[in-house]
């Protein structure tokens, strides 16, 4: 294969995968953002305490954490075809990868805005605020460094699942690398894939965590050398990667 | 200005239940600096959530401002609007400041504002003449983590004052900062309650707060007030722990036939030389043994530890003449003893 044979298939391809994991981020974030600060609020010393109404989402959540994303696909079928009105495409395979994130994404917001000082939670009450205020003044902005953090996580999660997304034939380049470099022994193609999503991925995951700096104003040092951050931080996300797809 | 009756928190915990309070009544009048003092676990942080009801309390009533809060409906972190107006009005200060690191110094104080929805203008022409009152105008757009713990608890302070709140109540709120930031932050918190007529309700665990600052205390022991009054009332109570506290005076008879006392002085007699007049008028030599003087709200007051020569049978009359000036006597150690025999000898 030359390289005026692959460059349209790739370059088709990048823009599926872009398509599938932007959407489904979005709605991830959508979703997940008020169902990890739920998770927080209604627990044991909340300002929503509500015990029932916590386990029911934490259930809820750990279920769908633990079913692998393959199988969350063909499970999702039903819902993806009322949705979208079909189960193949890139349009069906974004509902999975976001019912998928969504659960993952909550998680990771839940450790965030745990992270938040209770004494500004107790200031803002003291200020006559309520728990709209608490969410939108205090916990949201003092953790999003972190919440940044956790969407850098979500979305690389999220490129690794959309290489499953192939099996509904929405394409992408985990699909391509799959079609052409597996199944027809194109390595070339298969390494250059390979390369594109190592360098999307480190992309990604520099951009986060340097957005993640720039807002960070808790300490007055700076952090480490953005190349060991970013040495650092692959091993975790590989990790999650793996417990979920 | 702040009444609370029958104050009660207990708090449930796995079938454990642990009272924090025990039917406090507290009364602080308008415009004074209250500084209830008491260790780790005596209740103090209960009782001053309790004012504002960030923790609702199991019994009792809490009045600011003539106003009974704890009839408002809502409960803790759910409170309803009433509650949540009511606290707008009530400035409190945190030991650990509780600033938003997120936010500029500016936009801190303004968070108060944001939440009884002043306009933009408004709020930060008020951030700022707030901030220029706590001596903080050039330090408006830093971060808190760019402040030092004295300019944090400034910060804390005008944010708390944004409500153009009547009455404020501290946390312990210099417990985290060194002694001259301490002094400073004290200073301040003084200067507001005398230029804005603040009412101030501190607790702390530092006898020095409650000396430098404090026109009235109370002490609190395992959910108790314990005693409480004005400071000058109370050292003027005999036996009172919390002026010897306040003034703590040390030191021993230096012979058998010797007898100490320890006199204390408050009101008038504070400000003449009575010591030197008794040395005068009975010919006797004096030592003083210890002794904590101070100015509280601005009148000396203070406790001495006096030795004078001979037992307590020889120095009945210079004794009495102490009293004459106004002053109190508590007897210490072997003359407490000697007293109680005299009158058991006498009847």
């Known amino acids: ?48 305490q509500n015990v029932l109404a916590n386990r029911v989402i934490g259930q809820i959540v750990n279920v769908a954490r633990s079913m692998p994303f393959i199988i969350l696909m063909v499970a999702l079928m039903g819902f993806t075809r009322w949705i979208t009105g079909t189960t193949i495409g890139r349009e069906a395979a974004i509902v999975p990868l976001a019912i998928g994130a969504i ?42 460094p972190s919440l940044i953090s956790s969407t850098t996580t979500t979305i690389v999660a999220l490129i690794g699942y959309s290489a499953m997304a192939g099996t509904v034939g929405a ?36 951009a986060g965590d340097y957005a993640a700096r720039s807002l960070d104003r808790r300490g007055g040092r700076s952090g480490p050398a953005p190349r060991l951050r970013l040495l650092k931080a692959k091993k975790p996300l590989a990790a999650d990667v793996d417990t979920v797809a | 200005m702040i009444t609370t009756s029958g104050l009660t928190k207990v708090y449930r915990s796995r079938g454990r239940e642990v009272t924090a309070l025990d039917g406090v009544d507290l009364h602080v009048r308008e415009g004074e600096v ?39 409906a809502g409960r803790g972190p759910r ?11 009530i400035g409190m200060v945190f030991q650990h400041f509780n600033l938003v690191s997120s936010r500029t110094v500016q936009d801190n104080v303004e968070l108060p504002l944001e939440i009884l929805g002043t306009s933009g203008k408004e709020r930060s022409r008020k951030a700022l003449a707030l901030l220029d ?24 302070i005008a944010r708390a004052l944004a409500g153009d709140p009547k009455v404020l109540l501290s946390d312990e709120a210099t417990s985290a900062l060194d002694p001259e930031t301490t002094r400073s932050i004290l200073q301040l918190l003084r200067d507001l309650n005398r230029q804005l007529g603040l009412t101030v309700l501190l607790i702390t665990h530092e006898m020095d707060v409650v000396k430098s600052v404090c026109d009235s205390a109370a002490l609190m022991e395992n959910g108790r007030i314990v005693e409480s009054g004005t400071v000058s009332d109370l050292l003027a109570t005999p036996g009172s722990e919390l002026a010897a506290a306040l003034f703590p005076v040390g030191g021993d008879a230096s012979a058998e036939d010797r007898t100490v006392i ?42 001495m530890r006096i030795e004078l020569p001979g037992r307590y049978e020889d120095n ?30 006498a009847k």
């Not at chain 1, 008020?34 to 010393?45: A, C, E, I, S, Y």
């Not at chain 1, 992270?115 to 902005?141: C, F, I, Y």
């Not at chain 2, 009495?320 to 025999?341: T, Y």
Request: overall charge neutral.
């Open chain 1, 171 to 206: 394409g992408g380049l985990g699909d391509l690398a799959i079609r052409y470099g597996y199944q027809r022994f194109e390595t070339e193609l298969m390494w250059i894939i390979v390369g594109i999503l190592a360098v999307v991925i480190s992309a990604i995951q520099f």
């Open chain 1, 1 to 48: 294969m030359t390289w005026s044979e692959m460059q349209p298939l790739l370059s088709e391809e990048c823009w599926n995968t872009l398509y599938m994991v932007g959407w489904s981020t979005l709605i991830a974030i959508v979703g997940g953002l008020p169902l990890g600060v739920l998770l927080v609020l209604t627990d044991r010393g909340g300002l929503l």
């Open chain 2, 79 to 89: 409170a309803g609007r009433d509650l949540r107006a009511a606290r707008s009005r």
């Open chain 2, 316 to 345: 009945v009359v210079p004794i009495g003449f102490l009293r004459e000036q106004g002053l109190q006597i508590e007897l210490v150690g072997a003359a407490a003893e000697a007293r109680v025999l005299v009158k058991d000898g």
């Open chain 2, 34 to 72: 209250y500084g209830v003092i008491g260790q780790s676990g005596a209740g103090k942080s209960s009782l001053i959530r309790c004012v504002n009801l960030l923790e609702r309390p199991t019994a009792g009533t809490v009045t600011v401002a003539g106003q009974d809060l704890t009839a408002l």
């Open chain 1, 103 to 144: 659960p993952f994404f909550a998680r990771l917001v839940e450790t965030a805005v745990r992270e938040v000082d209770g004494g500004l939670v107790e200031a803002v009450q003291s200020m006559g605020g309520n728990v709209w205020t608490v969410v939108r003044k205090v916990l949201v902005p003092e953790s999003l």
């Open chain 2, 133 to 156: 009152l706590v001596g903080l105008a050039d330090k408006a757009k830093s971060y808190p983590a760019q402040l030092s713990g004295g300019q944090k608890q400034r910060v804390g």
């Open chain 2, 262 to 303: 320890d006199v204390t002085f408050h009101g008038d007699a504070a400000t003449r030389p009575v010591i030197s007049q008794l040395s005068r008028t009975y010919n006797i030599d004096i030592s003083i043994l210890g002794a904590a003087m101070d100015t509280v709200a601005g009148r000396q007051v203070g406790r």
